[in-house]
């Protein structure tokens, strides 16, 4: 297997984009949609995103999963190579304010107890236009899009139809790589 990824989580925030790759054939495909086929094996390239959330003082990921919105250990991502991998954190300011970066948390909290499901439908609209997405479910860049639209944040309009983790990397809008998280 792969190197171990060691957190500095001193450096990490809650509402901090995690942004993961992986090497399953369902994340062979996620990157050839979303990226195209010449980045199919690009492992630098995002297939899964999720937010960091304070829980009582330690650092969590709240992300969808094909259960629904799951609030996860950090830990579980700590083998490059594994079945998925951080490979960045991404900051915007508008969360250096105490209060914003709390009320998203709340509605996140809020979220998890709703047990919001997981919106295969919307993934599938990737592969084939035809299919509509469910728009009482999200998947995990859609949940994030949805997460911090709600906070102010401008994006893309294009990202109103459907959002990548892909598109997430690469949008800008504020959103900057955290230096220094990997040990």
Known sequence: MGKEIR???SKLRPMDMVVCAGKS???TTTRIVTAGLRKAFDHSVSVHTGIIVDFHGQLLVA??????LEINSLHRYRKEGGRRWVIAFRRNPIYDDPAVREAAQQRIARDRRKTIEYDFKGLMEFVFAKIDDNKKRNYCSE????TTLEDGLRYPVSFKAKVSP???QLVGGGWTNVLGWNL
């Open 7 to 9: 957190f500095d989580y």
């Open 25 to 27: 054939p369902f994340a």
């Open 63 to 68: 992300e969808m999963q094909s259960k629904g």
């Open 143 to 146: 949940y994030f899009y949805m």
């Open 166 to 168: 892909y598109d997430l």
